[in-house]
Nanobody
């Protein structure tokens, strides 16, 4: 199983980033997917999740209305569109499968 996140970087407050997680080595369409994040000195927290078909999504209260999770089972990949970014969104973002696999993480830094 391999999960590779891309799209992180440095962005100013109010800006946008789009994270992508490419999956391989397993039947991607069989598993729900999630994005987590971990800020320095804090526990890893669930940001957003999506079911196998993309029809059910859930979000942490802190990102509702700003972030959108989606998936493309044909690629296969899961994405996280992040808008109106705030300094509190600074963290390492991880892709996660519902059968317990993690990506290596991608750093998102929101700073002026």
């Amino acid at each position: 199983v391999q999960l590779v996140e891309t799209g992180g970087g440095l962005v100013q407050p109010g800006g946008s980033l789009r994270l992508s997680c490419a999956g391989s080595g397993f039947t991607f369409s069989n598993y729900g997917m999630s994005w987590y994040r971990q800020a320095p000195g804090k526990e890893r927290e669930l940001v957003a999740s999506i079911d196998t078909t993309g029809s059910i999504t859930k979000y942490a209260d802190s990102v509702k209305g700003r972030f959108a999770i989606s998936r493309d089972n044909a690629k296969p990949a899961v994405n996280l569109q992040m808008n109106s970014l705030k300094p509190d969104d600074t963290a390492v973002y991880y892709c996660h499968t519902n059968n317990g696999y993690w990506g290596q993480g991608t750093q998102v830094t929101v700073s002026s």
